[in-house]
């Protein structure tokens, strides 16, 4: 008995320790991709170049991913679930008003842009322009996600009284279409004040109803302040 103890703990022990190693080789990866990224561009990422950069196999990889976009799609779930220790939607919270409401989520849609890191999500951008089959069932569970985020940010406005447009999913999806259009266009952070622009001068229009809204009133929706949510108050 004493002997079949001791096997098991060691086999526990050695279990952890493999488990340890693996987690390591997969930073190392994780880290070596991005570096790839940089050097050479998404079109140029192979596994070969990976494998030499961390000192193992093309087989080693292979055998987790098929191809370089699943490491790449992988890197960025990580990614995401260190800025909003969750689901997205989870951290969609009623401001007080739709401006404040919106200008919340491209923040936050942000904080998910400067964590990610351009290099990443650069590659995942340029697969959704390409409709290639590698993003297809991705952009689909991606478009299904944001159109549910807005459904509840517009489901906000309109318990605090807040006139909301009828529009088609499609243009619940413009939030994120304009966000992901700069970043690709740009490829940099998005300054506060432009983010203030894209929801006063493009969003509001769209979503906001201002017939039978006292223009007292419109004009208390456009000056409150920008949130300022910080990108470490979600790792």
Do not use: C
């Amino acid at each position: 008995m004493l002997r079949e103890t001791n096997h098991g703990r060691g086999s526990r022990n050695g279990g952890g320790s493999r488990r340890r190693r693996g987690d390591v080789l997969t930073e190392s990866i994780y880290q070596a991709t991005v570096e790839a990224l940089k050097e050479d561009g998404y079109t140029n990422l192979t596994f070969q170049k990976i494998a030499q950069m961390t000192r193992t196999s093309r087989t080693v990889l292979y055998r987790r991913w098929e191809t370089p976009f699943a490491l790449i799609r992988e890197i960025m779930v990580y990614k995401s679930q260190k800025v909003f220790n969750g689901e997205f939607i989870d951290k969609i919270e009623d401001t007080g008003s739709l401006r404040g409401d919106l200008l919340r989520l491209l923040t936050l849609y942000q904080s998910l842009y400067r964590e990610v890191g351009p290099e990443i999500m650069n590659a995942v951008l340029f697969e959704m322009s390409q409709n290639s089959a590698n993003i297809a069932n991705i952009s689909q569970d991606a478009l299904e996600k944001n159109i549910g985020t807005m459904r509840k940010v517009l489901a906000f406005a309109q318990s605090r009284g807040e006139k909301i447009k009828n529009v088609s999913p499609l243009t619940l999806t413009l939030p994120f279409d304009l966000m992901r259009l700069d970043m690709l266009l740009h490829r940099a952070v998005i300054d506060a004040s432009r983010l203030e622009r894209l929801v006063d001068e493009i969003l509001l229009p769209v979503f906001l109803d201002k017939n039978g809204i006292p223009d007292a009133e419109i004009m208390q929706m456009s000056s409150v302040a920008l949130p300022h949510h910080s990108l470490n108050s979600h790792t």
